[in-house]
């Protein structure tokens, strides 16, 4: 895919660095691109039927298990996010996490916190993945400021037409 023919390649990348002392950590995050792994291991939750009188059947979306299988399954997709995003950071590797197996995803916290990362570094890696598979105001609004100002780059260097095209038609600029 090319736009003004400028490629369109390889999914939106965020490193994090984490200083410690002389040197630093480095994680990089990329976007997710695709869940299908998520959705094989953890398939939405069935919602309960319920019969109400005269046999009709309906969906019961407040069952209150319903509601926990899903409130869980969005909290695993977001620490399967985390992990998978997190594979592009070379040489890493999970003590306690395996992202083929769900039931090892909630470690994440844990495995942060073992490896003696502090509450604000935590934060700022769930941030860089975040911004890897969303993009935050911040950014959108340094890519608006760039784009105006590549704009006016342009206006100013006489790429772009300056004044209004004058016409003979009746009502034009001309004839005013």
């Known amino acids: 895919m090319r736009i003004l023919g400028q490629e369109i390649k390889g999914p939106n990348e965020e490193l994090i660095v984490i200083p410690r002392g002389d040197s630093q950590i480095v994680f990089k995050a990329q976007a997710v691109l695709d869940y299908a792994d998520f959705e094989r291991l953890c ?17 019961n979306y407040k069952d209150a298990k319903y509601q926990a299988a899903i409130r869980q399954r969005v909290t695993k997709q977001t620490y399967f996010m985390f992990i998978k995003s997190l594979e592009a950071t070379p040489g890493l590797t999970w003590d306690t996490i395996d992202i083929k197996d769900p039931s090892t995803w909630l470690n994440f916290e844990d495995e942060l916190k073992a490896a003696g990362f502090s509450s604000i570094e935590r934060n700022l890696i769930s941030r860089g993945v975040f911004i890897a598979n969303n993009l935050d105001e911040q950014k959108l609004e340094e890519a608006r400021r760039r784009f105006i100002q590549s704009q006016e780059t342009q206006v100013s260097n006489g790429t772009s037409q300056e004044e209004e095209p004058t016409t003979t038609q009746s009502g034009g600029p001309a004839s005013e």
Request: hydrophobic letters at 25%.
């Open 43 to 59: 398939p939405e939750p069935k919602v309960p039927v319920i019969r109400k009188p005269g046999g009709v059947t309906e969906n």
